[in-house]
């Protein structure tokens, strides 16, 4: 991949990291929020969950906004308005006005991956998503690894609120950036004219044998809703995303309940799994460009991928089983390097299976709303599950079966590409065997 377009792709992980340090400081921030304001677990679970209730209300609004006025426009207001309620939150007063910041919060990241999804598309040619979905994503694990650190060591020495202060101020120096580099291939004056011409040439994925028409350009929407790939994908999405919130919120917590860690301590371990998600997620997905090199990315040969990513998250089972802190470090490492894998993944089969860019926002939306529909359960599912045994044990034990759940689905629902009931013929199933 040229270096050029290798900027969009530092653009995008960028994105995506800053995006998952403002989630995850309030799980930094955990114990000392719970204390100050005298919260359950109970409490602490919808407070997590707070966030992905306006997300996933946002997300399918905003992929249309994203189709409709693009990608710069979309990423420069909802990282100003994430960005801004997230160094709010410091200045909460009560519960309600925490969970007033986070919804605010989830509102404005519910840009980040219709716009992901919509430059992916825009920028990268066919062979080369797999990597760059990766790395997108990847960044959503780079994020909590140099949070945890960074927060947990903020918040130890100065209070939680000052770290949100500074968790915010990031992104309005990657919003700058944004600003003043970023556009369309066909405008930008900084791209040279044999790689506009080959991002332009190659970016259309090929489509499968018996995919004829391009029924998603003609009939919109409503095609895209009627496919059962489409709702294969989001399901298993949301597979998946269950699990990456229960990291997301009640790691921290968990670690310094039943492992006694401090605050520091508790940063610097938690990031360890997440930074070698960050490194394992971008190696599978070069890797699955390579491997598809022979048969064509529009063939959907890349779901065998994404259930084996899946059946790897799944070590997340074993984890009532160990007490030992190293062997934790390395079951947590392989699950999320496995539930990291499997977003990035599932978002190029996405495009791998769509076969027009028209509205790839839209659909990389409906996919998010499947995940995040499972991911707003999680944390409140936790702390429920808590509350009731005292243990995190069937927290851990559910989150597992639902991957292995995602692994069946992905294997039998996405056999065919993103077309309208009626147009997904026999021989356009057959080509994805």
């Not at 710069?72 to 909460?92: C, E, F, P």
């Not at 919804?103 to 980040?112: K, N, P, R, W």
């Not at 391009?214 to 294969?232: A, C, I, M, N, P």
């Not at 399901?235 to 699990?243: A, E, I, P």
């Amino acid at each position: 991949m040229s270096y050029r377009r290798g900027w969009i792709a530092v653009f995008l992980f960028s994105l995506s990291m800053i995006n998952y340090m403002d989630r995850i400081a309030l799980s930094i921030a955990a114990k000392p929020i719970q204390h100050e304001f005298g919260l359950s677990p109970v409490g602490m679970g919808y407070l997590f969950s707070s966030f992905i209730w306006s997300y996933a209300l946002f997300l399918l609004p905003m992929g249309f906004l994203v189709d409709r006025l693009g990608a710069k426009r979309m990423a420069a207001l909802g990282i100003l308005v994430w960005s801004t309620a997230t160094a709010l939150t410091g200045a909460a007063t009560n519960f309600a006005t925490l969970i007033a910041a986070r919804l605010v919060m989830g509102a404005g990241e519910s840009t980040s991956n219709p716009v992901g999804g919509k430059v992916i598309r825009q920028w990268i040619p066919a062979s080369e998503r797999g990597m760059v979905s990766a790395m997108f994503n990847s960044g959503s694990y780079a994020g909590p690894a140099i949070c945890s650190v960074m927060l947990g060591t903020l918040v130890a020495l100065f209070g939680w609120r000052v770290s949100f202060v500074i968790a915010g101020a990031i992104g309005f120096v990657w919003l700058g950036a944004w600003l003043l580099f970023f556009n369309s291939p066909e405008r930008v004056r900084w791209l040279k004219t044999d790689e506009r011409e080959k991002i332009i040439r190659e970016r259309e994925s090929k489509r499968a044998v018996g995919d004829d028409e391009d029924t998603s350009t003609k009939h919109g929407f409503q095609t895209l809703v009627r496919s059962r790939t489409l709702w294969g994908l989001a399901l298993t999405q949301g597979c998946n995303v269950y699990t990456q919130y229960l990291f997301l919120t009640w790691l921290p917590s968990y670690l310094q309940t039943t492992r006694h860690l401090s605050l520091a301590h508790t940063g610097v371990l938690a990031a360890v799994p997440y930074a070698a998600a960050v490194l394992l997620c971008i190696l599978v997905g070069r890797f699955s460009d390579q491997r598809l090199k022979k048969v064509g990315v529009g063939t959907g040969q890349r779901r065998k991928a994404v259930a084996l990513a899946m059946l790897t998250g799944s070590a997340i089972l074993a984890v009532p089983f160990t007490s030992n802190l190293g062997v934790l470090l390395l079951i947590f490492s392989i699950a999320l390097a496995g539930i990291a894998s499997t977003t990035s993944l599932n978002y190029a089969l996405l495009n791998d299976l769509l076969p027009s860019s028209k509205h790839i926002a839209k659909a990389m939306a409906f996919i998010v709303v499947g995940g995040n529909t499972f991911g707003m359960i999680a944390p409140i599912a936790t702390g429920y599950v808590i509350q009731a045994t005292g243990r995190y044990d069937w927290a851990f034990g559910i989150a597992g079966l639902l991957l292995l759940f995602g692994a069946s689905v992905v294997m039998t629902m996405t056999r065919a590409p993103i077309v309208s009931v009626e147009s997904e013929t026999p021989s356009a199933v057959s080509a994805q065997s």
